[in-house]
């Protein structure tokens, strides 16, 4: 399972690029719109935020105040990216879901990156702009992106490591773009194990649990890690129990997480630690 993520900016070069890399790799092309509409099956709707628009609009203030509303968000959203994942190869074309995957070593992470004055002179061109307002227009998305990525993930989503490879639309062209792309995701490096789909199986699992626990009355707000095994169906919780009412908070757990689909084991570990992937 190959899975290729692109993260897109002012222009349409990552459209661009996604449909010659779908034409050379065969690999089908997903939207955050498309994940979003498979992640309505976790209960995205019930965060709120999924029907906001990352360029138009501000995020949340008060970060502490919509915690679960952002856990939840990203929870659905993660398991809804990990379905599409495991059923086969994609190319991602998003702003800020190359983060949720992340913990699938085999996922390539682009970014497109280019100077404030070619992506202006792009806008002034395409789409009418004066120069001024392709400026004033760059400015803020940039900043509204930035807000969003540390609103919904607590970094900075220019940061150059975050990716594996940042190519400049300016100096490339998108067949030599493509071209890049497709002999790394074509690599050794590139390629899944069965341990890799293990993996990717497992993190699947444990955002599934997670949407479930931030989706229900009983669990929402419990400051809780989930740690699951896909192959045995064996889910360990582990957090600080209550000083009171330590039965119920066990409980509750799970009962909640009893009817999750592929889960037969629930442990609860109160005040221990998860281990490492």
Known sequence: ???ITIARGTLGAAVKLSG????????PVVSREEVYEAAKVYGIEDSGLGELNFVDERPPS??????????QYLACFQAALMDLALSGDLIYVGHLAHLLIAGYRRVLRVRLAAPDAYRAETLVRERGMTEAEALAYIRKV???RLRW?????????????LYDLVLNPEKLRVDTMAEAVAAIARSAEMQATPQDRQE?????????????LLRSPRTRGLEVVVEADAASGHARVFGAAPA???????R?????LRDVPGISAIEVVPGGEPSAH
């Open 244 to 250: 009171m009412g330590a039965d119920t908070w066990d």
């Open 20 to 27: 010659r890399l779908a034409d050379t790799l065969g690999f």
């Open 200 to 212: 990717l199986r497992n993190l699947r699992l444990e955002a599934v649990c997670r949407a479930v």
């Open 252 to 256: 509750d757990l799970r009962a909640t």
């Open 142 to 144: 940039d900043e509204r």
């Open 1 to 3: 399972m190959g899975v």
């Open 149 to 161: 990525s540390q609103f919904l993930y607590g970094v900075d989503w220019r940061d150059p490591v």
């Open 62 to 71: 008060f970060w502490n105040l919509h915690s679960d509303r952002r856990q």
